[in-house]
């Protein structure tokens, strides 16, 4: 069975502009998390997702931070305009039911600059 | 609010076995995960304690005392490889992860 995949594995882009990360989720698990690991920093919570529904997204920092999951199977999380304090590493994360294990992808490492 | 402590380093010997504390103060506590991370790359899932006692995987096992706020991960015939973070979390009502900040541990010769 696959893990968790993310993509880009590392993204550098400049302050303003727009950067796309993406997560496919182990098949068959309807709930999909992102996290992210500033410099320095605990692992912290973003939003979650059941199939195609935000299910919490208290953890997302602003308005710029938009997370898609149509049709209830890969994940996007845009990131317009981008910040210098937007660095760090983004994780992915699924478990098949709201209380199972959470699986991570290996992340994306995104640098603002 | 909610917060997790554990301590940032550990080093120990190959063969021997450490114990990683960690305290946490949550609302809505379900459940105490730990995961290790090699390198900054992916989280992986160790145990998980939902109820008080101890859990045992092979060389990993790990306790929970929910009256206390109290848990650790007991890592016993330590190898180099074990050289990595190991994050607790807690799991709450929404089942969002909190993490502590990591507790790096060094395995030597």
């Known amino acids: 069975e696959a893990g968790v995949t993310q993509f880009p594995s590392h993204s550098v882009i400049e302050k303003g502009q727009t950067v796309t990360l993406r997560c496919d989720p182990i098949?068959?698990?309807?709930?999909l998390y992102w996290y992210r690991r500033v410099m320095g920093k605990e692992i912290k919570f973003l939003l979650h997702?059941?199939?195609?529904?935000?299910?919490?997204e208290s953890g997302m920092p602003n308005n710029r931070f938009l997370a898609e999951r149509t049709g209830g199977t890969y994940s996007t999380l845009k990131v317009q305009p981008a910040e210098l304090e937007d660095s760090g590493v983004y994780f992915c994360?699924?478990?098949?039911?709201?209380?199972?294990?959470?699986?991570f992808g290996p992340g994306t490492r995104l640098l603002v600059l | 609010g909610q917060s997790l402590e554990q301590p940032s380093e550990v080093t120990a010997v190959e063969g021997a076995i450490v114990q990683i504390n960690c305290t946490y103060q949550?609302?809505?506590?379900?459940?105490l995960s730990w995961y290790q991370q090699h390198d900054g790359g992916a989280p992986t899932f160790l145990s998980y304690?939902?109820?008080?006692g101890l859990e045992e995987t092979g060389r990993f096992s790990s306790f929970l005392s929910r009256s206390d706020s109290y848990g650790y991960l007991l890592l016993q015939e330590l190898q180099m490889k074990d050289s990595a973070s190991y994050f607790c979390a807690v799991s709450g009502a929404t089942n969002k992860l909190i993490f502590g900040t990591g507790t790096l541990l060094a395995v030597q010769p």
């Open positions: 098949s068959g698990h309807d709930n």
């Open positions: 949550t609302s809505g506590f379900y459940g």
């Open positions: 994360a699924s478990s098949r039911g709201v209380r199972e294990t959470q699986y």
């Open positions: 997702f059941v199939k195609e529904s935000k299910q919490d």
């Open positions: 304690n939902a109820l008080d």
